[in-house]
Structures are given as C-alpha cells and as structure tokens.
C-alpha cells in the first residue's frame, strides 16, 4: 500500500522566511495529493491540493509543487507569518485506495 | 454553507464500555470517511460512507464499525473499548465518493479511555 514521508518533523522559522516541507511517497498509481494545516484544537484544514497532471500550483504565499519521476511534491509558504504556526500534514492517495497522510510537521514562525 | 459537525467533542468511558460519535458532514456531501488521530500512529484511515454503504475499510479491528443514514449522516462505534483507543476521531466529507475528491474535516472528537 501507500507510504508517505514527510520531513522534517519540526521546523522554526523567522517571521518573513520561506519554509519549505518536502513529502515522498511510494504508490506510483498516487494521483491526488493535498496538503492540510491543523491548529491546536481543531481539525485538519486544507490548505491547498494538486492532482498529478499538474506539476505546480500556487495560491498567494502558499505553493505546492510535484515530481511524479521522483514520487516527491513539497509545501512552499513565503513571507511567513505568526499564523501560520500549527501542524501540517501532505497526504496521497488514488480513488482505490484510502488516502495516506504523512507523519506531520510542526511549523513555528517566530516574530 | 455550514461546515463538518461532530458531537460529542469531548468523551471519557473506561475500559470495556461502548460508544457512538457523530458527524454531520457539509450540506450536499454524501461521502463520510473517519479517521483515528494518535500521536504515537498519527492519521489513520478507518472507513468510508457513501450512500449509505461502506465503500472503502482500513486496517482496524471489527470493534470500529459504522452506518450513514438516509441524510449523510454517520456515526462510528466503537466496543469494549481499550486504552489505546484513546484518540482523536475526525470524519471528513466530501461531495462525491473515493479518496481523490477534496475531503473537508470536522473538529474532531477526543476520546479518553480510562
């Protein structure tokens, strides 16, 4: 089945920086790939998505990019804020299968 | 348009009980998937609802089980509960069936087993 990796586990970083959180996965039948952002408390909220006949889409400061040769697509967020401080989770998935989510990654922006 | 509800939000049982949580997912949706939250585990599929049928189960044990209702509606249940099943529960909806369609998650139900 599906596997997802997600690095890194943590990352902090400067208000106005870039992060960037990369993902892998192994099912080369893999065709939808969302990302989602989850804050203390709540569910997970998405964020942004891409399907595999695309290789990049981008929505204000958040973009995701995907490399079906490597099985890797990755989370840009620039000019960060505060508030974008919380959990952020890739997943993968084909519409046989249930969709695989990566282990997470803890985003601080410090102002 | 209201988002995805679940209730209760919170729960305590101890070992051994029962329960059944509920979600209400997005007006229009007819596709209801659960899934299990635990630090050590992370997001773990446990099933999908569409049209009031299961279309799609994971890797759990038959404790988990679950129905839709005529209205989308879903609840899970869970039997003899044991300690590791403290979690939280989160269903996602979405309009058509199948993992691929954009799922919209609720709050959440933290579950503690004592």
């Known amino acids: 089945g599906e596997n997802v990796e997600q690095h890194p586990s943590t990352l902090s970083v400067q208000e106005g920086d870039s992060a960037v959180i990369k993902c892998t996965y192994s099912d080369s039948a893999s065709n939808y790939f969302p990302w989602y952002k989850q804050e203390l408390g709540k569910g997970p909220q998405l964020i942004i998505d891409i399907r595999s006949n695309v290789g990049e889409k981008k929505d204000q400061r958040i973009a995701v990019t995907l490399n079906k040769t490597a099985k890797h697509f990755s989370l840009h967020i620039t000019e960060t804020q505060p508030e974008d401080s919380a959990v952020y989770f890739c997943?993968?998935?084909?519409?046989?299968?249930?969709?695989?989510f990566g282990a997470g990654t803890r985003l601080t922006v410090k102002p | 348009k209201a988002g995805v509800t679940q209730t209760p939000r919170y729960l305590i049982k101890t070992r051994g009980q029962q329960v059944t949580l509920s979600c209400s997912p997005i007006?229009?949706?007819?596709?209801v998937s659960w899934y299990q939250q635990t630090p050590g585990q992370g997001l773990q599929f446990l099933f999908e609802?569409?049209?009031?049928?299961?279309?799609n189960k994971g890797n759990f044990p038959g404790r988990f089980s679950g129905r839709q209702f005529s209205n989308s509606r879903s609840e899970m249940n869970v039997s003899t509960l044991e300690l590791g099943d403290s979690a939280l529960y989160l269903c996602?909806?979405?309009?058509?069936?199948?993992?691929?369609?954009?799922?919209?998650f609720g709050p959440g139900t933290r579950l503690t087993v004592l």
């Open positions: 007006s229009g949706h007819r596709s």
């Open positions: 609802y569409f049209s009031e049928t299961q279309r």
């Open positions: 996602a909806s979405s309009s058509r069936a199948g993992s691929t369609d954009t799922q919209y």
């Open positions: 997943a993968a998935s084909d519409n046989n299968n249930d969709m695989r």
